[in-house]
């Protein structure tokens, strides 16, 4: 398919020829992924609540969500802390967006962020969210897809006051 489009007004007789057929299409070009097979093997296997993997307030990725893979899963250990700040930072895009969940040592959740921005926060102890003040202890940060087969790209960070 050819398009041409003239500029009204601008400059007389100019038109711009827009080409969208397969010939205009580079053959060695890559297809757009929303991450890298580095952040998708990011502290791996981290994939379920037993396999965590063990991070600190250091520990900010990059890493991923890719193809079929359920969320990924962090423990860290709380200790001594007044407010703790959990997040994580994307861009959302279409079949993109992520989520954010914090669970004691239990497994019992704590709290739940599942917005539409471009991250997702969970402050305890804080309202929207709502999150408790949190006890000396292990925590569980599990960053998941917002639909299944959501994937992207991410960092994230733990800051402990």
């Given at each position: 398919m050819r398009r041409e489009l003239c500029l009204l007004a601008l400059i007389p007789g100019c038109s711009l020829v827009l080409d969208f057929s397969d010939k205009a299409i580079p053959k060695d070009a890559m297809t757009d992924a929303p991450y890298t097979a580095?952040?998708?093997a990011y502290k791996e296997p981290n994939d379920s609540f037993d396999t965590?993997?063990?991070i600190t307030t250091a520990d900010t990725g990059p890493a991923a969500l890719c193809a079929?893979?359920?969320g990924d899963f962090?423990?860290?250990?709380?200790?001594?802390?007044?407010?703790?700040t959990f997040a994580i930072q994307f861009t959302n895009r279409p079949g993109g967006d992520l989520d954010l969940e914090l669970l004691d040592s239990t497994g019992a959740?704590?709290?739940i962020s599942r917005g539409f921005g471009d991250g997702e926060t969970i402050v305890c102890p804080g309202a929207a969210p709502p999150c408790s003040?949190?006890?000396d202890g292990d925590y569980i940060m599990r960053v998941f897809p917002a639909v299944q087969g959501a994937v992207n790209a991410y960092t994230f960070s733990v800051q402990v006051q």
């Open positions: 580095d952040e998708c965590a993997a063990v079929d893979d359920p962090y423990k860290i250990t709380i200790a001594g802390a007044t407010k703790v959740q704590k709290s003040a949190l006890t």
